[in-house]
């Protein structure tokens, strides 16, 4: 099983600061299957990023993914408001898809 | 648009049983992988179980193998999960989502990241 961390568990910001968010694989990911997701209570998680570096679908350009092999990076360069939420990696490379623990993105 | 919306969910002893449903719309279901992935109270988020647009194939995540079955009946455009043997450590809120899929020329692929989720069901047991 591919074991994902991320770091930190909580990152305080203001808006209009730069947010980087790191999740660090056990083993090598496969072909950068890994994803990222937006998480909101009381509201359906949201497909942020996949492929390591595709924006999905309504994703602003402010998010940003970089990374391979078992070191990946979610970047947001700007927060606006509506930016603060929980993130989570997840890898599609092989079962089971895991995901990370998740970072806290909380306004400072 | 598309949505998927789950029900099911409930209070339920230790030990017994309860069939989730997840009902989707706006897209030709059958095409995609669908996934179960929860969330206990105050945790992260846990992918539970997988299953193909024909349904052969599945997946599970250790910690429900042998008691969670994963099924879909895509003429009602819906997938279940059949959960037995349950575990205190099983209360979550239960996410209905589907996976991603790719067309390069006239092949097709899949990828089990998930691309919509459902607004979730809660399951509690307790006793």
């Known amino acids: 099983e591919i074991v994902l961390t991320q770091s930190p568990g909580t990152l305080s910001l203001s808006p209009g600061e730069r947010a980087t968010l790191s999740c660090r694989a056990s083993q090598s990911v496969r072909s950068s299957y890994l994803a990222w997701y937006q998480h909101k209570p009381g509201q359906a998680p949201r497909l942020l990023m996949y492929?390591?570096?595709s924006r999905a679908t309504g994703i602003p350009d402010r998010f940003s993914g970089s990374g391979s092999d078992t070191d990946f990076t979610l970047t947001i360069s700007r927060l606006e408001p509506e930016d603060f939420a929980v993130y989570y990696c997840?890898?599609?490379?092989?079962?089971?898809?895991?995901f990370g623990g998740g970072t806290n993105v909380d306004i400072k | 648009q598309v949505q998927l919306v789950e029900s099911g969910g409930g209070l339920v002893k230790p030990g017994g049983s309860l069939r989730l449903s997840c009902l989707g719309s706006g897209y030709t279901f059958s095409d995609n992988y669908m996934s179960w992935i929860r969330q206990a109270p105050g945790k992260g988020l846990e992918w539970v179980a997988s299953?193909?647009?024909?349904?052969?194939?599945?997946y599970y995540a250790d910690s429900v193998k042998g008691r969670f079955i994963v099924s879909r009946d895509n003429a009602k455009n819906s997938v279940f999960l059949q959960m037995s043997s349950l575990r205190v450590e099983d209360t979550a809120v239960y996410y209905c989502?589907?996976?991603?899929?790719?067309?390069?020329?006239?092949?097709?692929?899949?990828?089990?990241?998930?691309?919509?989720w459902g607004k979730g069901t809660t399951v509690t047991v307790s006793s």
């Open positions: 492929g390591a570096s």
């Open positions: 997840q890898q599609y490379a092989t079962s089971p898809f895991t």
């Open positions: 989502a589907r996976e991603a899929k790719s067309w390069v020329g006239d092949l097709i692929y899949f990828f089990h990241y998930m691309d919509v």
């Open positions: 299953i193909s647009g024909p349904g052969p194939t599945v």
